[in-house]
């Protein structure tokens, strides 16, 4: 086949009808999509000359690409870099490729994969932090724009097929519903993914995923009981994938975007796993960064003039702690370690099948271990359940005696564990700090690149810095294609990663990425060569609030060279109005560049809020108060849903029971991390508040429902002493009055001592005539349906909604009911 190369003949002698060249194959005159059509088209077929349009092709040999992102793990964790968890098929994959050691990302999650897919800043493409706390200035709006193109659309131009699976979270969360828009999702036009599955949200259930293929929302195929995990779901797809393409189509490479949901809380794995693990974290945090750090020196991981960082302040020390505490925080870390570990086993069955098909060897594949670093947002006690977060104060639901009860429940259905703090710089030993935070505990991840094919060094160190926009420049220079200048007819601006593929063969060849801002939740850096310049803002990453403003933030300088791990601060007891000071000079010189920096990349206005701006989310669905769902209205996210926190509230059903009796959910938000559920069980209505996970709320209708129609009627009234005049309430997550009716008549009640404040779940959705995913209650099962009909679901959201027709109060609606 010959591309035309302008007017005249093509080198098959053929002439285009409109005076263009035009290839010919098999007889038939073809030519490019995207080309004027080069046939001739006359009053009928005889009298016309046809030419089909050929799709685009790779260059040839091309690589195949494979992202495998492993997410939460920190610097210290793999073994690979010399951490203690066990992973030996990254470690196969390094002992015949590369090792980065000096690779970094944004210290979040939508961030770097903002990064990973566009070669862009995180600022520039909207995503300045989780889709969650999106607000409305264009780097943080979380709206990946047209004009930077991600690179499964890139490379669909040239002949690439592409699959996205697992972890997304860089759809607007309020977009991330059954109604789109769909712009924005992995095979929407932006991203550009020929198929995608996987999960939609930041963390998700490893035994009960809420799960997509395309764009329909489906179930797992299987339940734990019956083998069911989610990273073995996501390998088996990934292999399903690539092999169904690769026997239809082997000329034409692949682009494989696979973001397991290990290693984020919740830790979920096998008991087998987590027993391999036992007793092997008991040496504790402190005695776990020595050893590491040991390690790390012994493979040259990190440079021989590396000290320990100091750890964060206020985390104990593990020599402190009770034989209690102990106990239960060894267990959280062998449940992280054998998460870790099954997600390795997971990457070796999808690395063994791309061998065996003779595909490994031209295959760029990159392993990110991490997405940031290991995440601290356990608090200082560990977590069973990470949905405690949705609540006023996190640290306070749970208690370690209720935990010690639940020890062997840990990473198993019903749990949604993490582990503290202490573990999570531990983890990213030797660095401070960890996830959240722009020291290098948050930032500095481990990479592994290999490529038989292009790469000829096999088991090298990499020192050269590098960041996560480089992916993308390094995938198209290997594959010889040009950053488009178009995607989907919109003009691209230009990259602003560049490619490492200098470094593939060349240990010693200096940077080509010497400068580097960083911003996270208000904590900043820049690094510019061997200098780099970085503020902690004063938030502990289980908080909601900075200790301090942005003008009180303290600039902190290290020289990167003989102080790799952050220790030392040239800036400590320096005196910033002597201006002759050569390091206040280097300060101010540092800190000017991150302005300029954050002024390029849409960086501004600095915003430090958390908790707000995971409330004004859900603004955005509250300018409707009345919602009207029918049967199948399911899979609806929290910030697309009737927010139904901090305020008064009412919903009624209209549902029809067959002559056999009926059972199951009519209508549920959230899951067992916290929620709501109006069910039947026994036949008998019943609503279910789910206080993350540690107190539940039963209101119970008297006696079960007979055949035919039926109207449930559920009022929730937040208590008066907490609400001002507008229904707002003064306390977030105060409690209230609940109320059930049955057509029409008062039948049970009962005071919901306390309320989710903030979220009920990052994963959990809601869903009329079924819980698609772990149950808000243990009265039905996991992925249970409605057994009746559910005819309509209102809703009502104004302040006033629960008083209907008239104010009740506690006493007359309990004179109500004892008259019936």
């Not at 178009?486 to 080509?512: I, L, R």
């Not at 701006?613 to 199948?632: C, H, I, P, V």
């Not at 926190?645 to 549920?668: C, D, F, H, L, Y």
């Amino acid at each position: 086949m010959a591309r035309k190369s302008g007017k005249g003949k093509t080198s098959e002698g053929q002439q285009g009808g409109d005076g263009q060249s035009a290839a010919v194959s098999g007889g038939m005159k073809t030519y490019h999509e995207g080309e004027r059509f080069p046939g001739r088209i006359g009053r009928t077929w005889e009298e016309s000359e046809p030419a089909f349009p050929v799709p685009p092709e790779a260059p040839k040999g091309a690589p195949n690409i494979l992202y495998i992102i492993l997410d939460d793990v920190g610097y210290g964790a793999c073994d690979t870099f010399g951490g203690l968890v066990e992973t030996p098929n990254i470690t196969r994959l390094a002992g015949n490729g590369l090792r980065y050691t000096n690779f970094h990302t944004t210290a979040l999650c939508s961030p770097t994969r903002a990064c990973l897919l566009t070669g862009r800043n995180h600022h520039s493409v909207g995503m300045a932090n989780i889709t969650e706390l999106a607000t409305g200035f264009p780097g943080y709006d979380a709206r990946q724009k047209p004009d930077k193109a991600a690179i499964g659309a890139m490379l669909h131009q040239h002949g690439y097929a592409s699959f996205a699976l697992g972890k997304w979270h860089n759809t607007p969360s309020e977009e991330s519903g059954p109604s789109g828009p769909f712009d924005r999702w992995p095979d929407g036009p932006l991203f550009g993914f020929d198929r995608f599955y996987g999960f939609m949200g930041g963390d998700n259930n490893q035994w009960y995923p809420k799960l997509y293929a395309g764009r329909e929302a489906i179930d797992p195929p299987r339940l734990p009981q019956e083998g069911y995990h989610l990273s073995e779901d996501l390998a088996d797809k990934t292999v399903d994938f690539i092999s169904n393409h690769a026997s239809l189509t082997p000329e034409k490479p692949w682009l494989a975007y696979l973001a397991f949901g290990a290693c984020h809380a919740p830790h979920h794995v096998w008991p087998e796993w987590i027993e391999k693990y036992r007793g092997k974290f008991d040496m504790g945090w402190d005695r776990y960064r020595e050893q590491v750090l040991a390690r790390q020196k012994q493979l040259g991981v990190i440079p021989a003039n590396a000290a320990l960082a100091p750890m964060l302040e206020g985390v104990p020390r593990w020599d402190d702690l009770s034989d209690d505490q102990k106990r239960l925080f060894a267990r959280m870390a062998e449940v992280y370690a054998a998460f870790l570990s099954h997600a390795d086993a997971q990457i070796g069955r999808v690395v063994e099948y791309l061998e065996r098909s003779g595909q490994l060897d031209n295959t760029l594949l990159f392993v990110f271990i991490g997405d940031n670093g290991c995440s601290g947002e356990g608090t200082n006690s560990g977590l069973f359940n990470e949905g405690a977060f949705g609540t006023e104060r996190p640290e306070k639901v749970e208690t370690l005696e209720g935990n010690l009860q639940r020890i062997d429940r840990l990473g198993q259905p019903g749990s949604y564990n993490h582990f503290p703090v202490g573990w999570a710089l531990a983890m990213n030993a030797p660095f401070k700090l960890c996830k959240q935070y722009t020291h290098f505990g948050g930032t500095r991840n481990p990479l592994v690149v290999h490529w038989p094919k292009g790469i000829q060094a096999r088991g090298e160190i990499r020192t050269q810095f590098h960041h996560v926009i480089d992916i993308v420049p390094t995938i198209l220079k290997a594959a010889r294609i040009e950053a488009p200048a178009v995607v989907n007819s919109v003009s691209q601006a230009p990259m602003e990663g560049v490619p490492m593929n200098y470094s593939f063969d060349d240990a010693d060849a200096p940077t080509h990425h010497p400068t580097q801002y960083f911003e996270m939740l208000g904590n900043r850096a820049i690094v510019n060569g061997k200098w780099k310049a970085v503020t902690y803002h004063g938030r502990k990453p289980w908080e909601n609030h900075a200790a301090w403003s942005f003008d009180e933030d303290h600039w902190e300088v290290y020289d990167l060279e003989k102080d790799p791990t952050e220790c030392h601060d040239l800036m400590a007891q320096r005196d910033l109005l002597k201006q002759d000071d050569p390091a206040v000079k280097r300060m101010i010189h540092l800190v000017g560049l991150w302005w300029a920096e954050a002024g390029r990349y849409n960086v501004l206005p600095l915003d430090d809020r958390f908790q707000e701006r995971l409330l004004g989310r859900a603004e955005l669905a509250k300018k409707r108060t009345r919602f009207s769902f029918k049967l199948g209205a399911v899979r609806i996210p929290e910030a697309a849903a009737p927010d139904t926190k901090n305020r008064s509230w009412a919903m009624t059903a209209e549902i029809e029971i067959p002559e056999q009796g009926a059972e199951g959910p009519i209508v549920v938000m959230g899951g067992d991390t916290a929620g709501w559920s109006l069910y039947l069980k026994g036949g008998v209505p019943t609503f279910c508040y789910n206080f993350a996970a540690v107190d539940y709320t039963y209101i119970r209708a008297p006696q079960k429902l007979g055949p035919g129609r039926h109207t449930l009627r559920f009022e929730f009234e937040i208590q008066p002493e907490h609400r001002t005049d507008t229904g707002k309430p003064v306390i977030y997550g105060a409690g209230g009055m609940g109320r059930l009716a049955v057509d029409g008549k008062w039948v049970a009640e009962g005071r919901i001592p306390q309320t989710m404040a903030f979220m009920y779940s990052l994963d959990e959705t809601f869903d009329v005539g079924c819980d698609k995913g772990a149950p808000v209650t243990d009265e039905y099962e996991p992925l249970a349906a409605f057994t009746g009909k559910v005819v309509e679901v209102t809703m009502d959201l104004h302040p006033e909604a629960a008083l209907e027709p008239a104010r009740h109060t506690e006493a007359q609606v309990t004179q109500a009911m004892a008259r019936q």
